[in-house]
């Protein structure tokens, strides 16, 4: 496709937007949804960090199985559009199932089922910029595909989550699946790919134990978090002991020790999971590594304020589910069309005043409206979160402008795709380690005192985003 017109561009990324209104709506709509109705109160944030980190992990096995497996397929139907149509038809199966469920353990099953199928899709879909799309025109390609990345977030809000508000569930599903199967089929008949005609014959081995290896990083960072987090939250709480008691000595030793584990697992799995993949160069290349750190901090503190933001609603505003999920809608929109607006800003301005100071005044953003949600627990008001949603809006859309972009500087050109390939540990690892600790440690200090596990959570969310800006720091000039 040397001569791009204007629609290649759309034909070529609008299984983006099927996808991610997929995403967003299984992952920030159904799944809050549904454990709110089948996890009693005390058990709903544990039991959706359990549920998150399940299908993470198979997410992070799946996807660049699929891709691999598409760089090697020989179908006269092309690489990348056979996986495409095959993921999308399971999908509309475990849509269905996750509509269905009656149990949480039903719907953990069509959680991880539905993570395969959207990951059978996701992986190859990758690869048709780089096959498809001229070198010089792949920065316009890239642009839209970032719009159909990001109009998800306001579709599914003014949308899908209003029908769950409405207590239509299964219109709910029925829109995610249309979308769904209209972005593929534009996909499939529209892409025109030239079969492959011989194999490769790059190992395949090697790039799953790449994967192995940052899955073994980020789960020694884990345990890493839980070690130095028990040990913080010990001596605080042997030191607040004799003057409030020994109830809330431990209240406190878990909510320090729960947010310093958030830390430690994040510098400690990056690193781990960096030097598994890439060796002695994840020690020369150090900057690199600090901006995987940078990445990863962000990205648990956004994914997790997502996730858990529903349970939140109900407790504040004690609402039920229906209300929660549409509030939640409401508060979607409004972040994502200030993502929208200021990713779309932020290229120019990181092009114009440095792609770090961007990165760093993203952290700051967002560090700011994270500490004011604080405000809200005990005095619930939505107009502080709505005007918390447009401060984070702001410093998530300029982040995932200008760190990604700080991040093409920071790998060695003929090795970019290995070197991106593991900012996967970031992305996948952010759920695993915001909602996997975050979790159970809102839910422990809730039983404790109503609302001081969201308080603890996101008090820690807070200190993720300022320590992304702290974190580059490490990113040097001289490896840039």
């Given at each position: 496709m040397n001569n791009m017109r204007w629609y290649d561009y759309l034909s070529i990324n609008v299984f983006w937007l099927g996808l991610?209104?997929?995403?967003?709506?299984?992952?920030?709509?159904?799944?809050?949804?549904?454990?709110a109705l089948f996890v009693p109160e005390?058990?709903?944030?544990?039991?959706l960090g359990f549920i998150s980190t399940a299908g993470l992990i198979v997410a992070m096995l799946v996807q660049p199985a699929a891709g691999l497996l598409s760089d090697r397929s020989t179908s006269r139907f092309g690489r990348r559009r056979p996986f495409i149509f095959a993921g999308t038809i399971f999908d509309l199966l475990f849509l269905v199932a996750i509509a269905l469920s009656g149990n949480f353990w039903m719907l953990l099953a069509a959680t991880l089922l539905i993570q395969c199928s959207a990951n059978v899709s996701h992986g190859p879909l990758q690869g048709l910029i780089p096959d498809l799309v001229p070198e010089g025109q792949r920065g316009r390609a890239s642009a839209v595909?970032?719009?159909?990345?990001?109009?998800?977030?306001?579709?599914?809000?003014?949308?899908?989550?209003?029908l769950v508000g409405k207590g239509e569930l299964g219109w709910?599903?029925?829109?995610?699946?249309?979308?769904?199967?209209?972005?593929?089929?534009?996909?499939?008949?529209?892409?025109?790919?030239?079969?492959?005609?011989?194999?490769?014959?790059?190992?395949?081995?090697?790039?799953?134990?790449?994967?192995?290896?940052?899955?073994?990083?980020?789960?020694?960072g884990a345990v890493a978090g839980l070690l130095g987090g028990g040990a913080v939250g010990g001596l605080a709480g042997l030191i607040s002991w004799p003057f409030v008691g020994k109830d809330a000595a431990t209240a406190v030793g878990v909510g320090i020790g729960g947010?310093?584990?958030?830390?430690?697992?994040v510098v400690a799995g990056v690193w781990s999971g960096t030097y598994a993949t890439l060796g002695q160069e994840a020690r020369r290349r150090s900057s690199f590594t600090w901006w995987v750190v940078n990445r990863l901090l962000f990205l648990a503190a956004a994914t997790s304020f997502q996730g858990f933001l529903p349970f939140f609603l109900m407790y504040a505003f004690r609402v039920s589910a229906e209300e929660a999920a549409s509030m939640n809608g409401n508060l979607m929109t409004v972040i994502g069309l200030f993502i929208l607006l200021s990713a779309l800003a932020g290229g120019w301005i990181a092009d114009r005043f440095g792609k770090g100071r961007v990165v760093a005044l993203s952290g700051v953003l967002a560090a700011i409206?994270?500490?004011?949600?604080?405000?809200?627990?005990?005095?619930?008001?939505?107009?502080?979160l709505y005007a918390v949603g447009i401060v984070i809006g702001l410093g998530t859309g300029l982040?995932?402008?200008?760190?990604?972009?700080?991040?093409?500087d920071l790998v060695p050109p003929e090795e970019a795709g290995r070197y991106l390939g593991v900012s996967n540990l970031a992305g996948a690892g952010a759920g695993m380690i915001g909602k996997g600790i975050g979790g159970p440690l809102a839910d422990y200090l809730n039983r404790y005192q109503p609302?001081?596990?969201?308080?603890?959570?996101?008090?820690?969310?807070?200190?993720?985003?300022?320590?992304?800006?702290?974190?580059l720091y490490g990113v040097r000039r001289d490896q840039r």
């Open positions: 991610n209104v997929r995403n967003t709506a299984v992952g920030s709509v159904f799944t809050p949804y549904l454990v005390s058990g709903r944030n544990t039991a595909k970032a719009v159909f990345e990001l109009l998800p977030i306001i579709l599914v809000g003014f949308t899908i989550a209003q709910a599903v029925f829109a995610t699946g249309a979308t769904l199967v209209v972005t593929m089929l534009i996909t499939v008949l529209a892409v025109k790919e030239q079969p492959l005609r011989e194999k490769p014959i790059a190992s395949f081995k090697l790039p799953m134990l790449r994967v192995l290896g940052m899955l073994a990083g980020i789960a020694l947010v310093v584990a958030m830390v430690v697992a409206g994270g500490g004011a949600v604080l405000t809200t627990i005990w005095v619930p008001n939505m107009a502080t982040f995932m402008t200008g760190n990604w972009a700080l991040g093409t609302g001081l596990g969201y308080f603890a959570i996101f008090a820690g969310y807070a200190l993720l985003f300022a320590l992304s800006a702290v974190s």
